[in-house]
């Protein structure tokens, strides 16, 4: 139980915010403040300050969902930096988007600092590639002062050159380092950087020495690291979470059990979590790798030869070079024959195993596959054992500088061989049957003409992954967003993320009007499953149901459909149009708000990516026209795995996982339409299944309570 003194501090401190903030207290704000209270006071600590695991697994997490105008970052913060505190525990507050991480740092903290009586420290933590690396700086600077290039030809297929103009940015950002006008991290550069001009100068964890560097002291990304100890609050994203929660929790971040997460966006932590257990490599490509290692290991051996033990693993690391390419060349036909089922068919861009279940032909190349790449990962692994131990050698031989320029090529062989080892090792183990099963695909690539093989494996679902490296050794959570509920409940979250059944699940009601919207199922609206049919009657009335005068987003669920459309729409219309392709998001609404700005209509036309966080308030969108239902694209690997596996369990995989999805993006869709409580405006569904179908009436009551004005 909280103490009523740190009950009234957060008491206090929404008061004073709202009063020095000259705002009103929401219901659904104070709702969210209780909820979160309520689960992070019930947190029990034994002796040791952890959490203890009471009778009642999971009671330490809320899963709230909280509509947009809540005002939900204050309602997690002000209770999370209290309690965080009063427990000793460090608040972890991590998001999707590099947008709302800025807002948080940038808005919210320091306003809460300002406003409120609440006194806390915080920092925000991003992942080491978007760090400069000093030494990296230093080498391709003195190699193009020097003339030579010897690291840099080592990595030829995977690094791009420095040009003359690259060497003027370099050398810039060495000046400014130096005047201290500069902290090393990319996103405070005066300009946007190219990655491919960033790229040669950052890092990662298998090419950084760590404290063994000679720039250690001057490292703008262990600097950035080291302040994190110190601080209350860390802001990161679910990215770095998961990162550190892979390498065993505590290893970039502080450990989960000092830690009470938050994490914004939630909805997005399921698919992140899925990406970052997933696996894949390019068969080709990875064979002309290994032959590219193995010619450039002489040039290296020049430079390191003597240091420690190296030249005891580097004999031996020719075989292993020749063994992984042999068995890649020897599979590629089989994995090619496979494919060739699939190259005619516009359809399917990929060939799934079904069930996840790979052939015997492919099974005992994949273990032996495995098996050589992890010869070959720990001879690497050895060798860069043995220079870092030769670092710290005063009796060394090889010069330290050379050492620290050859590492980091040592290190990204070692890194690519680990994770090609991870892929065939997630092909060579066969998925226990009572388990989950794996997705495994092959997609062909093509590379000029040729066609290459990449090798995939993803896990199905993340739920399993997140329950044991996160809610089980967490010391609590909250789990936020404004689209939790799919059809009503939290089913179809608590099967991807894994949270506990005894979670606080709760949704706080929206401050929103909803009845300042219509929703309207015109008549012209056909059923959406007839492509062509649909593309026409779409053609025909779009014209009449755009405003010319307003500013509208018209979300399309096919690129095919939208282009189609677009190239067939009146010069009239088509003149107002934005589409989606011809320029970077972020510049196509800009582009729109300006029109709208000056008195212009503007319309938008775009896929998924605009049907969420698209914030588009007041006369910058009066009209969202939604095409079609968002039903999945049924091409999609990791679904159609996770579909078959529903149907195995006697489950029904379009009304379990197809018809919750589309629900879900049904309501982020029309999200896009009310932003402030003064909005107003009309939501056009394109598509009659909503009317006619059994889950269409599922949908259509699991949306806001808009006015529907349904045309039959
Ligand atoms: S410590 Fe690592 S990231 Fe920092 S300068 Fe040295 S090698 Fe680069």
């Not at 991003?126 to 700086?137: A, D, P, Q, T």
């Not at 190699?143 to 690259?166: C, F, I």
């Not at 098996?371 to 860069?384: A, E, G, I, P, Q």
């Amino acid at each position: 139980m909280l103490p009523d003194l740190v009950k009234k501090q957060i008491q206090s401190a929404y008061s004073k915010f709202l009063e020095n903030k000259n705002l009103k207290p929401r219901f659904g704000q104070k709702m969210m403040i209780a909820e979160i209270a309520k689960t992070f006071g019930s947190i029990e600590l034994d002796e040791e300050n952890v959490r203890e695991i009471s009778g009642k697994p999971g009671n330490h997490i809320c899963v709230v969902e909280a509509g947009t105008g809540t005002g939900k970052t204050i309602a997690y913060l002000l209770p999370a930096l209290a309690i965080a505190k009063y427990m000793g525990k460090k608040l972890v507050v991590s998001t999707a988007t590099v947008a709302l991480q800025e807002q948080i740092v940038s808005k919210d903290l320091p306003e809460l600092l300002r406003h409120s009586d609440l006194s806390f420290t915080f920092s925000l933590a991003k992942g080491r590639g978007r760090y400069l690396c000093l030494s990296k700086l230093d080498n391709v600077l003195a190699e193009y002062e020097s003339g030579l290039n010897p690291t840099r030809a080592l990595y030829e297929d995977e690094m791009p050159s420095v040009t003359a103009q690259g060497v003027k940015l370099y050398q810039s950002m060495m000046d400014a380092l130096a005047s201290n006008k500069w902290s090393g991290e990319r996103d405070t550069w005066p300009q946007a950087l190219e990655q491919d001009e960033w790229q040669i100068i950052t890092t990662d964890h298998r090419q950084c020495t760590g404290r063994r560097c000679s720039n250690v002291s001057s490292c703008s990304f262990f600097k950035a690291r080291d302040s994190l100890h110190s601080v209350d609050c860390i802001v990161t994203n679910h990215d770095l979470v998961l990162a550190d929660l892979a390498l065993g929790g505590g290893a970039i971040l502080p450990d989960p059990k000092d830690t009470l997460y938050i994490f914004d966006e939630g909805h997005h932590l399921p698919q992140k979590a899925l990406s970052h257990f997933a696996h894949h490599s390019r068969v080709t490509s990875t064979s002309k790798w290994l032959d590219q290692c193995n010619k450039s290991l002489g040039a290296i051996l020049g430079h390191i030869s003597g240091a420690g033990n190296v030249d005891r693993y580097a004999e031996q690391l020719p075989a292993a070079f020749i063994d992984c390419k042999q068995q890649l060349d020897q599979l590629y036909p089989l994995l090619e024959s496979l494919v060739q089922t699939i190259l005619l068919d516009d359809r399917q861009s990929n060939y799934r195993f079904k069930n996840g279940v790979i052939p015997q032909s492919l099974l005992l190349p994949a273990v032996e596959l495995q098996r050589s790449f992890d010869r070959l990962t720990d001879l690497l692994s050895k060798m860069c054992n043995e220079l870092t131990e030769a670092m710290e050698d005063p009796h060394c031989p090889v010069p330290k500088i050379d050492l620290e320029n050859n590492y980091p090529v040592i290190g990204t062989w070692q890194s690519r061989a680990e994770a090609i080892r991870e892929l065939w090792a997630s092909y060579a183990v066969p998925d226990v049957a009572s388990s989950v099963p794996k997705a495994r695909w092959l997609t062909p690539v093509d590379t000029s003409g040729n066609i290459d093989i990449e090798v995939c494996s993803s896990p199905i679902l993340a739920s399993k992954t997140l329950e044991y490296s996160l809610w089980e050794k967490c010391c609590g959570a909250v789990i936020t967003s404004a689209t939790l509920t799919a059809l009503g409940n939290f089913q179809r979250f608590q099967m991807r993320a894994g949270t506990p059944d005894n979670a606080n699940y709760q949704v706080v009601p929206s401050p929103f009007n909803f009845a300042q919207a219509t929703l309207e199922i015109p008549a012209f609206a056909v059923d959406a499953s007839n492509a062509d049919v649909h593309t026409i009657s779409l053609i025909d009335h779009l014209p009449k149901l755009l405003d010319k005068k307003e500013g509208s987003l018209v979300l399309f669920s096919s690129r095919r459909q939208m282009q189609e459309v677009y190239d067939e729409m009146p010069d009239t219309i088509r003149d107002l149009i934005l589409i989606q392709g011809d320029s970077s998001k972020q510049e196509m609404l800009t582009q729109h708000k300006r029109k709208i700005d000056d008195g212009e209509g503007s319309i938008l036309f775009g896929l998924a990516s605009f049907a969420e966080g698209v914030d588009l308030p007041g006369d910058y969108c009066r009209h969202v026209i939604i095409a079609k239902l968002p039903f999945a694209v049924p091409d999609d690997p990791i679904e159609s795995a996770l579909s078959e596996w529903v149907e195995s369990r006697g489950g029904n995989p379009f009304m379990d996982i197809t018809v919750p999805d589309a629900s879900l993006k049904l309501v982020q869709a029309c999200g896009r339409l009310l932003r402030t409580e003064t909005d107003t405006g009309k939501i056009s569904l394109l598509d009659r299944r909503i009317l006619t179908k059994r889950y269409g009436k599922a949908i259509l009551n699991s949306l806001p309570p808009f006015t529907h004005v349904v045309h039959k």
